[in-house]
């Protein structure tokens, strides 16, 4: 899947992403910014794109 974030460092970028749990209007993710950092994060269920 595919998850659109927004990063301080990075500004806008779309990350592949990993959906760990989910209700109907959101996502949680685990995901690998352009720093090669990986992150956790919730994010609105509209932001994340199935592959």
């Known amino acids: 899947m595919w ?3 927004v990063l301080r ?3 806008d970028y779309r990350a ?3 959906a760990l749990a989910w ?3 959101q996502v949680s993710v685990r995901y690998i910014d352009p720093l090669g950092r ?3 994060v919730w ?3 509209n932001a994340v794109q199935c592959r």
């Open 38 to 40: 990986e992150g956790f």
């Open 9 to 11: 460092e990075a500004g």
């Open 23 to 25: 209700t109907n209007d």
């Open 16 to 18: 592949k992403a990993e």
């Open 43 to 45: 994010v609105w269920a």
């Open 3 to 5: 998850v659109w974030l």
